[in-house]
């Protein structure tokens, strides 16, 4: 079956060091791939997408990596900032459209 | 930048009642909305697929005579829980993709948090 993994256990970084963050997918081959970040209470918000021929992209402090061959996306945070503090999701179109399946999200905590 | 509306953003009702929610897109148009409920740190589950002037299309498992859903117009979609039950109880979170591409962002509602005493 279709499955979107991330670290359940939350990751514990020193405030100005990078963060990084796993997605790893089976048995599909997504086009694309989107991550989100979601504070506690409140919806998710769109963060990136990076598209399958993408190796990488780039928003300021944030960085996506989308290997097709290891299935799996990394999310990277530079210079962390207690303010990044907060639940990360990856998301998968499994169908058609623009359904998109979300992970179970990594909870990140950076402290000062 | 699009926003969704989310409206209550809490609710508190007896079991065997009625709770309606709102989802409304301020200055885009939806023709599909998005909702998924969420379980205190799980992810988000979609529930059903709201489509402007037609049926909604509901996720293997989701009664869709309990949750009842309406998309009226191109910015509102409201999801009906009937009935609700203590089990109900969860976070609601409706969304709409921010153009029809197949790869669009979706952009979130901040969702409602749902208490069935």
């Known amino acids: 079956s279709q499955k979107i993994e991330q670290n359940s256990e939350a990751l514990n970084i020193q405030e100005g060091k990078t963060a990084t963050l796993t997605c790893n997918y089976t048995n599909y081959s997504p086009a694309y791939l989107q991550w989100y970040r979601q504070d506690p209470g409140r919806g998710p918000v769109f963060l990136l997408l990076i598209r399958e021929n993408e190796k990488e992209k780039r928003k300021e402090r944030l960085k996506v990596t989308f290997d097709t061959t290891l299935k799996q996306s990394l999310f990277h945070i530079t210079a962390s900032q207690p303010a990044d503090s907060a639940t990360y999701l990856c998301?998968?179109?499994?169908?058609?459209?623009?359904?998109?399946?979300f992970g179970g999200g990594t909870r990140l905590m950076v402290k000062p | 930048g699009a926003v969704v509306s989310q409206h209550p953003s809490w609710v508190i009702c007896k079991s065997g009642t009625s709770v309606k929610i709102e989802c409304r897109s301020l200055?885009?148009?939806?023709?599909?909305m998005f909702w998924y409920r969420q379980f205190p740190k799980q992810s988000l589950m979609l529930m059903a697929t709201?489509?402007?002037?037609?049926?909604?299309?509901?996720e293997q498992g989701v009664e869709k005579d309990k949750f009842l859903i309406n998309h009226a117009s191109l910015t509102l979609s409201t999801l009906t829980v009937t009935s609700a039950h203590p089990e109900d109880s969860s976070f609601y979170i409706c969304s709409a993709p921010e153009d029809r591409s197949y790869n669009s962002p979706l952009h979130f509602g901040n969702g409602t948090r749902l208490t069935v005493t």
């Open positions: 200055d885009f148009q939806a023709t599909t």
């Open positions: 709201s489509n402007e002037g037609s049926k909604a299309t509901y």
């Open positions: 998301a998968l179109n499994l169908n058609a459209g623009n359904m998109l399946t």
